[in-house]
């Protein structure tokens, strides 16, 4: 079973390869160096892929599951549902899809922003150019693995899960809006026909669903297994093999980030911002390959705002003991207390960029 599950891995990401030119040729090295390790050091490369297997049965498959077979059911009446909202759309400077894919990405983890722009493209909803300036701020770690998984089980803090998700979402919804120059002929793509939900689409839209799940498995056990891999034949951890690993596998590196004190909790932002090439192929492989140009120099982007913002953060909570308070001691009250005023923040700082954006268009000359 194992070693199905890393040859099956393999050949996904071959298969990616050839719509690739120099992450290709990595990636055929990369294939080529973890098929190595399976065949000389066998014991390691099976335990690595078991465990990669458990963290995507235990965190990723009931988190994301049943987002990526409803979405694929739901995406034409949403997005007839969100051409209704022309302040939004004039605020990030997109159609009713590209506010789709936003709500998606931003609430449900990755890879749905490139779930849902292949929905989007089989509808003609959304055009390559949008997409692609959309996709790097649409993949991202969803509440229940940033709060949850990373929050209370690896960093045993869950008021650090919270604010991982805050400073990801808000610097996700800014470099949207910082980017909304490169969308301004958009604003006038059509909303998709809303098709009637029949027996047959809505089984046709939970197999492809469950494909797409397989896929994403399938990465993660890639990049998780190559991570090990490189930092135990290398000799490195620490620092260095905890940064190698968000890197390659998100889930692995924050896991690593978390045994590394406060130094972990401020480098995390940068790595859920970034969020590695497993999540980098995983929206290859849910979009087709489409609208992915800009992804790599938009997530090195919101990697760095992520960080910055969850590093300040981070030094005002430790500055006054913030994160011992809501750490592993911390009642429910707390926690429950923590998310409340974050969330609050969030909104407030929310409102305020809209008020600012949506003023300085509306002084814009229409077209």
């Known amino acids: 079973m194992l070693n199905f599950a890393l040859i099956y891995s393999m050949t996904e990401a071959v298969k990616i390869r050839t719509k690739m030119n120099f992450a290709g040729g990595i990636l055929l090295v990369f294939s080529a160096y973890i098929a190595f390790c399976a065949l000389f050091f066998p014991v390691r490369t099976a335990a690595s892929v078991s465990a990669a297997l458990k963290l995507s049965v235990v965190a990723v498959v009931p988190t994301l599951a049943v987002f990526v077979m409803a979405y694929k059911i739901l995406t034409p009446a949403l997005t007839a549902a969100f051409s209704k909202m022309k302040r939004l759309q004039r605020l990030f400077s997109v159609s009713p899809g590209g506010l789709c894919m936003i709500f998606a990405g931003l609430i449900s983890g990755f890879p749905m922003g490139a779930v849902i722009y292949a929905e989007l493209r089989k509808n003609e909803s959304i055009g390559e150019s949008e997409g692609e300036s959309l996709m790097p701020f649409c993949n991202n770690a969803g509440a229940a693995f940033l709060i949850g998984s990373v929050g209370t089980k690896m960093f045993e803090n869950t008021a650090y899960g919270v604010t991982l998700f805050v400073c990801q979402t808000l610097a996700a919804i800014l470099m949207i809006i910082f980017t909304r120059k490169e969308r301004k002929n958009v604003l006038n793509t059509p909303a998709a026909a809303q098709k009637s939900i029949t027996p047959s689409s809505a089984a046709r839209a939970i197999a492809d669903g469950g494909k797409t799940m397989l896929g994403i498995t399938s990465f993660i056990v890639f990049f998780a297994a190559l991570g090990d891999a490189l930092t135990a034949d290398m000799r490195v951890g620490g620092y260095v093999g905890a940064m190698i690993r968000c890197a390659l596998e998100i889930s692995g590196g924050m896991n690593a980030l978390s045994s590394l004190g406060a130094f972990g909790m401020q480098m995390g932002g940068f790595a859920v911002g970034f969020s590695g090439f ?20 938009g997530k090195t982007a919101m990697s760095a705002l992520c960080g910055a913002l969850t590093f300040a953060f981070v030094a005002v909570g430790e500055r006054t003991a913030f ?14 207390a923590w998310l409340g005023g974050m969330l609050a923040l969030f909104a407030a700082c929310a409102v305020a960029v809209a008020a600012i954006v949506s003023r300085a268009s509306s002084k814009l000359p229409k077209k």
């Open 323 to 336: 994160f011992e308070y809501f750490g592993d001691g911390a009642s429910e009250a707390k926690d429950t």
């Open 278 to 297: 497993s999540v980098y192929m995983q929206s290859h492989f849910a979009s087709g390959g489409e609208g992915m140009k800009k992804y790599i120099g």
